[in-house]
């Protein structure tokens, strides 16, 4: 069982680092070549955050960017 877990934490880990790599390089894609990039990825980074720090947000909003950024930092300290 625990070996099943440990497959699991190791899958989902490289997951996460793949998607937060490839939304690195979308980021710095729309950053060089502006809206000739096919879609406005910082917009929509934009947007996301003010759903959970801007004036429509509420504290379970709050609470769940606290978490995230938690997960972040952790995964980060892991490398």
Do not use: R, Y
């Not at 950053?31 to 096919?38: L, P, R, S, T």
Request: a neutral charge; aromatic letters at 4%.
């Amino acid at each position: 069982m625990d070996k099943i877990t440990e497959t699991l934490k190791s899958a989902i880990g490289g997951l996460f680092t793949l998607l937060t790599s490839i939304i690195g390089l979308l980021v710095l894609a729309s950053v060089v070549f502006g809206e000739k990039a096919g879609m406005n990825v910082i917009s929509n980074l934009q947007e996301i955050v003010n759903g959970f720090v801007g004036p429509e947000s509420s504290l379970a909003g709050l609470i769940t960017l606290v978490l995230i950024v938690g997960l972040l930092m952790k995964q980060n300290e892991k490398k």
